[in-house]
């Protein structure tokens, strides 16, 4: 099933559920996905990801911990779509084996790590943990 009627799907069930949460998120990300021209659909998942997470500093610096519990809340259900994300170690692994294949050493090749990380596990890698990884695998 395509991750679009998927989403309708579930949606639905949302709504008959009275699942407030799971509804209106389902809204945005299929608002999100019909927008663009071509989705890459774990790229607009991934995004809004992110976005609920920078979210998440903001209000609990803000002391708006309501709000927080929210998004991630929101978050959990995005991850359902997502593909499941690599532990530390297997990110470690994937960097190390990335690497070693094309020659990196070096600072000035994190760039290519962290691009080959990403068409090689999309949706799976958060970019923060792969960026300070690679750095230290490199360095």
């Known amino acids: 099933m395509a991750l679009l009627e998927q989403i309708d799907a579930d949606l ?16 945005m990300i299929k608002s999100e996905l019909l927008t663009l021209d071509e989705p890459d659909e774990i790229a607009v998942l991934t995004r809004a990801v992110k976005s609920r997470r920078d979210s998440i ?4 610096e803000g ?9 991630r809340a929101e978050i959990d259900v995005i991850q359902r779509y997502l593909p499941k ?13 990335i690497i070693e294949e094309h020659g990196l050493s070096g600072k000035k090749d994190l760039g290519r790590v962290m691009k080959e990380v990403r068409s090689r596990h999309p ?10 990884l690679a750095a230290e695998l490199l360095g």
């Open 57 to 60: 500093e903001s209000y609990l």
């Open 12 to 27: 639905k069930k949302a709504m008959l559920a009275r699942d407030h949460v799971t509804r209106d998120t389902l809204r």
């Open 123 to 132: 949706g799976q890698v958060d970019g923060k943990l792969a960026s300070t």
């Open 85 to 97: 994300a690599l532990t530390e170690d297997e990110v470690r692994d994937a960097i190390a084996a």
């Open 63 to 71: 002391g708006r911990q309501d709000l927080a519990d929210k998004e």
